[in-house]
């Protein structure tokens, strides 16, 4: 064994000293990355949203017909009024609002509101047409935890531009292949349906359709072959996913396909399952399953012009929406009967079956001037009616009865094309880009 003589031992006790403050620093700065970069990174999405909701606030105010010293007055006070809560309480200590000037551009030093044109390119501009703004925070500063000993400060900014979306596609995806007339296309007026209406959905065999000749207000979707796909969608299946429709008169989508024909067998089958009744090929009480309520009334004859016989018994007692709420909410067993005695019918459980299946999703078309069994009628909207009873079959024919609710929502889908026609539109955050800060 070596033994080292005293000087080389003195010579070496410096190098853990080095090597431990090396190590320490190292120790330091991953600390100082993890603690004050994640409280960096936690307040920028705070300041993230507060500009977000700052910029749909705006953006909100300008389509109301508000002015930009508006728009600039509803963005301070959605700022001021998330600044009072807990969460954004560090960035109220740097954002001042105090002296916010609503008729400049610089609102403050650290808040700037601008308008433009377009969203992309943003070009600011003070014309009164301008629909797209821009809010923008900067110079936010944080505390310092460890970063201070590293001689770092934190500041964060952020930005976000908001404004009209382009037209809105309607798209759904739970539509009942069937279409009703409507009276006008303002779904705010219910397309003129009366609330409330029994009306047949489907007409029967005999009777004079609005549509024309050979048509029992049937729609062909996208994707539908033959009479199974008919069944499929009427017990609450997708023809090939989302059908989409605009507003526009004059673009393919603006336009309902009609499908001539009674498709009588497929049409009760489908709907039938939500009222516990499965006959049919490729239909099961787990992918189709019953509504959670199947009271219903005996079934509802047609007059001598095949109209709703609407003096008769049946119609009169009726089951109707607002029994199906009350019967619904009120039941309280696995097995609830019906709550009058002239209906038929029992209230189950959830699992497999599902609330509201007798809720049909149905188009509203304009059927004015038509003729033609293979018609395309303009698209005005959806609506949603109560499925009253189960469809009768007799022999070749059967008709759908349904109570009008209310109009339907769609999915607003924007159409992504700048220079689409003007048409139903919905406010929406835009990818900020660069800002000044």
């Known amino acids: 064994m070596t033994i080292l003589p005293p000087h080389h031992i003195q010579k070496q006790t410096g190098n853990i000293l080095v090597l431990f403050c090396i190590g320490f620093l190292a120790m330091l700065g991953t600390a100082a990355m993890a603690l004050d970069g994640g409280h960096l990174l936690l307040n920028k999405s705070r300041l993230q949203l507060l500009v977000d909701a700052a910029a749909l606030s705006g953006a909100s105010e300008l ?82 935890f460890l970063a201070q000993v590293l001689g770092l400060n934190k500041q964060i900014s952020a930005s976000a531009v908001s404004g009209p979306s382009t037209a809105l596609v309607e798209c759904y995806s739970n539509l009942v292949p069937m279409v009703v007339c409507g009276a006008n296309n303002d779904p705010s007026d219910n397309f003129g349906l009366p609330i409330g209406q029994l009306q047949l959905l489907k007409i029967s065999s005999n009777t004079s359709s609005p549509i024309g000749p050979g048509n029992f207000q049937l729609v062909r979707l996208e994707g539908a072959s033959g009479a199974a796909d008919v069944r499929k969608a009427m017990a609450g299946e997708d023809y090939n996913g989302e059908q989409c429709f605009t507003a526009d008169p004059t673009a393919a989508d603006g336009q309902i ?156 889908v924007p159409s992504g094309n700048a220079a689409d026609n003007a048409g139903p539109y919905k406010l929406v955050l835009y990818h900020a880009g660069k800002t000044d800060a």
């Not at 109707?320 to 709420?325: C, S």
């Not at 009120?330 to 209906?343: G, I, K, L, P, R």
């Open 257 to 412: 396909d009609t499908e001539p024909g009674n498709s009588v067998g497929p049409v009760a089958q489908g709907l039938n399952t939500r009222m516990g009744e499965w006959q049919g090929g490729q239909i099961n009480n787990i992918e189709h399953p019953r509504d959670l309520n199947t009271c219903e009334g005996e079934h509802i004859p047609l007059d001598a012009d095949d109209n709703l016989d609407t003096t008769s018994e049946q119609y009169a007692n009726a089951y109707r929406y607002n029994e199906y709420l009350t019967d619904t909410a009120t039941a309280d067993s696995n097995a609830a009967v019906c709550s009058d005695v002239n209906h038929n019918g029992d209230i189950v459980a959830p699992d497999p079956a599902r609330v509201e299946r007798r809720i049909l999703q149905i188009l509203v078309g304009d059927c004015d001037g038509q003729s033609n069994g293979a018609d395309q009628l303009g698209y005005f909207g959806s609506a949603c009616f109560f499925m009253t009873q189960a469809v009768q079959q007799k022999g070749t024919d059967a008709y759908v009865i349904g109570e009008y609710i209310e109009s339907c929502n769609s999915e607003g």
């Open 63 to 144: 389509d109301q017909g508000g002015n930009q010293d508006d728009a600039r007055q509803a963005v301070v006070d959605i700022i001021a009024e998330n600044l009072t809560f807990a969460e954004f309480s560090e960035i109220a200590d740097t954002l001042d609002l105090s002296a916010a000037d609503i008729y400049s551009e610089s609102v403050t030093q650290q808040l700037f509101v601008e308008f433009s044109e377009r969203p992309d390119p943003f070009m600011p501009t003070a014309s009164a047409t301008a629909t797209y703004i821009r809010v923008g925070v900067t110079g936010i500063s944080l505390d310092n």
